[in-house]
């Protein structure tokens, strides 16, 4: 017999928690159904615990660059050595993951505590279609629960895509690592081996570099980060290898072998003849995420996928099924938790506040999409790249100003000058169309120019406005001096 509900909501993501939250706050009997764990990928094995021992990784950096700064902390029986470079330290790999541990559980118990405050059912199972107003939950221990509802909606978000390596069977499991399981790691891998240069591989890259661990990272593409501008990868790749990471580029690994006294062994091609083999204690496989739609049975609900699994929608997040929504990463990139949440925002307006349409119905179109890769400096980026830029608008004049990090006095002030900005914009009219700060706290710089875009504030009035010095955002005044 089938439990009657008004909304169902698969997937507990960025999107699934609070949009079930908002269909209970308002009056709508709502199961949440949810296989592994409330908060989804963010909270639990992305954004939340990662940034968290970023942080451990920015301590660790700073406190060996003390003597820059004049601060020594190497103590010889209580003589500190004034002439040492570099502060020399220990990383207690147990307390940083125990810091982590605690912040994701936390935030995860925020989540269920504010479902349940909102009158959410929580049924934790595997959730699969029967028709298009009818999902099965499989829950382990326990029968198999039959819900059905007018409106289904669907945040089943990615996970990580596993190893496809030749040989990759021969290496003990506990060493091959995806992007969850590297963060249980109680002690800091002699050399890391990493497969892909993008989000992940430059972010857990760098942390395990400062934590102490030798890195590789071998990168299919010819450039880190793949759709970033290559002027703005080449200056990233310049600081990891400055901090002592080695990157392969245009390399493909073929095979992998393991020896129990040597470790790990990557065999790489590469375009351009330079085949190497590296050797390390553990591999980190981050060579991009796969939606989580198998189980899902779709076909059962006529809910069309693309070939690669992602679930088809129109702008409205419609399926192709009536009544049936899908928000989140599964729908396809860019799969970021901010983005998870405005797909929220959208039906929150389209089926609750706004459903009698009294005003206009909100869509994913023209969304001004910025995102921050946490390495130290920051990658940060909104609107359009510049090759974008040409490409969208043939017809528009499109400039570019380009400022190394070392012309910002907060930055050299801090001894943190590493990286430049870039910024996109119509020279005609003064829009700006894209920006980029590849620095420190770029992030925040890129939001004060994400809000002028949002505003649409031209680059004239960043150029002539009055920033407090000696401010990062100052560097607003000047950035545009470099425009060609
Ligand atoms: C290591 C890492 C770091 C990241 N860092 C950032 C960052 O700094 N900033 C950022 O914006 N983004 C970051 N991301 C991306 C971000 O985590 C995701 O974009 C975000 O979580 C949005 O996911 P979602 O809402 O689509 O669903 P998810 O958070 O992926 O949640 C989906 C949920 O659905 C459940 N589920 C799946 N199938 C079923 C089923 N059949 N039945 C029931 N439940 C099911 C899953 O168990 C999961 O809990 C990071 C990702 C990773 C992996
Ligand atoms: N700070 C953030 O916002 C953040 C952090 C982590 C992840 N994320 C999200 O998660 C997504 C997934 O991250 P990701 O890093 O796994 O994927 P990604 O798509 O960003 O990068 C994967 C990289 O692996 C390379 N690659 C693929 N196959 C390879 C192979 N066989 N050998 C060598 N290189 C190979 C690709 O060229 C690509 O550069 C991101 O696209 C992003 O949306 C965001």
New binding site residues.
């Given amino acids: 017999m089938a439990t009657k509900y008004d909304c169902i909501v698969?997937?507990?993501?960025?999107?699934?928690g609070p949009l079930a939250g908002a269909f209970a706050k308002a009056g709508k009997k709502t199961a949440l159904?949810?296989?592994?764990?409330i908060g989804?990928?963010?909270v639990n094995?992305?954004?939340t615990p990662?940034?968290t021992m970023v942080a451990s990784g920015r301590v660790a950096y700073l406190a060996r660059r003390g003597p820059d700064y004049g601060v020594h902390l190497t103590s010889n029986a209580g003589q500190f050595d004034l002439l040492s470079t570099e502060n020399s330290l220990k990383v207690d790999m147990k307390k940083v993951r125990e810091r982590k541990r605690k912040i994701v559980e936390s935030f995860r118990g925020g989540n269920e505590r504010r479902l349940k405050e909102a009158g959410v059912d929580i049924l934790m199972g595997?959730?699969?279609f029967i028709n298009a107003n009818t999902v099965k939950v499989k829950i382990e221990g326990a029968q198999d629960v039959t819900i059905t509802a007018e409106t289904i909606c669907i945040?089943?978000?990615?996970r990580p895509s596993p190893p496809k390596i030749t040989g990759i069977e021969s290496v003990p499991k506990e060493l091959v690592l995806d992007?969850a399981s590297i963060m249980e790691l109680d002690k800091v891998p002699k050399h890391l081996l990493v497969v892909g240069g993008g989000?992940?591989g430059v972010?857990f890259g760098q942390l395990f570099r400062r934590l102490g661990a030798q890195v590789s990272i071998v990168q299919r593409g010819s450039q880190l980060m793949p759709r970033e501008d290559r002027d703005v990868t080449e200056t990233l790749h310049q600081i990891l290898s400055d901090d002592g990471i080695n990157i392969l580029l245009n390399s493909s690994v073929d095979s992998v072998t393991y020896d129990s006294s040597k470790g790990i062994t990557l065999s790489t091609h590469s375009k351009d003849g330079n085949n190497q083999s590296i050797t390390g204690s553990h591999l980190l496989y981050a060579a991009g995420?796969i939606p989580?739609t198998e189980?899902?049975n779709l076909d059962a609900a006529g809910i069309q996928s693309h070939a690669k699994g992602y679930i088809i929608c129109n702008e409205r997040l419609e399926t192709t099924a009536p009544g049936v929504y899908v928000?989140?990463?599964?729908k396809g990139p860019p799969?970021?938790?901010?983005?998870?949440y405005d797909d929220f925002r959208i039906l929150q307006a389209n089926l609750i506040t706004n459903a009698n349409k009294t005003t206009e119905v909100r869509t994913i179109a023209n969304r001004i999409i910025p995102?921050?890769a946490?390495t130290d400096p920051q990658l940060a980026h909104v609107g359009l790249h510049e090759s974008e830029a040409r490409e969208k608008y043939p017809g528009r004049k499109i400039k570019t100003a380009k400022m190394p990090m070392n012309y910002v006095a907060r930055a050299l002030e801090t001894d943190e000058s590493r990286g430049l900005m870039k910024a996109v914009v119509d020279g005609d009219s003064g829009e700006i169309l894209g920006f980029t700060c590849l620095g420190i706290e770029g992030g925040e710089v890129m939001a004060v120019v994400q809000m002028a875009m949002v505003g649409g504030v031209s680059y004239e009035k960043l150029r002539d406005g009055i920033w407090a010095h000696p401010s990062l955002a100052e560097s607003l005044n000047n950035i545009w001096g470099f425009l060609e």
Avoid: P
């Fill in positions: 698969i997937g507990s993501g960025q999107a699934g159904v949810e296989r592994t764990h989804g990928c963010c094995e992305g954004c990662t940034k595997e959730g699969s945040n089943t978000g990615e992007s989000y992940i972010e995420r989580n189980a899902l928000l989140g990463d599964v799969a970021f938790t901010h983005i998870s995102y921050v946490y």
